[in-house]
């Protein structure tokens, strides 16, 4: 039970700094302000903030435009969503060490 906690707490946190970021990176490009390099933004919802990543996304209307976040932030969150499936079907002696 408390690695399923764990491991919950880790992606609400993932998902709070995706949502955030992208926030922030708009109000810094209305600034004229350094930004924050895109490629923070995808390693982000990479290792577990694609949901906030999206969401963030289409709150604050950034990066809408860039096809490469429209369509690569979905695809991120549908393989994250395919290998947790995997994941979870695999036999459970795969799963013990």
């Known amino acids: 039970m408390k690695v ?3 491991i919950l707490s880790y992606l609400i946190l993932m998902n709070l700094i995706g949502f955030a970021l992208m926030g922030i990176d708009k109000h810094k490009a209305i600034k004229g302000a350094f ?5 923070t933004l ?3 919802a990479i290792i577990g903030g694609s949901i906030g ?3 963030g ?3 604050f209307r ?3 435009r860039h ?3 429209v369509y690569g932030m979905p695809a991120v969150l549908i393989i ?3 290998l947790i499936f995997l994941f979870l079907q695999a036999p459970v002696e795969f799963l013990t060490f």
């Open 4 to 6: 399923y906690l764990l």
């Open 35 to 39: 930004r924050i390099p895109e490629a």
């Open 42 to 44: 995808f390693v982000v």
């Open 53 to 55: 990543s999206i969401l």
């Open 57 to 59: 996304m289409y709150t």
């Open 62 to 64: 950034h990066k809408t």
């Open 67 to 69: 096809k490469k976040f």
């Open 80 to 82: 994250q969503v395919l």
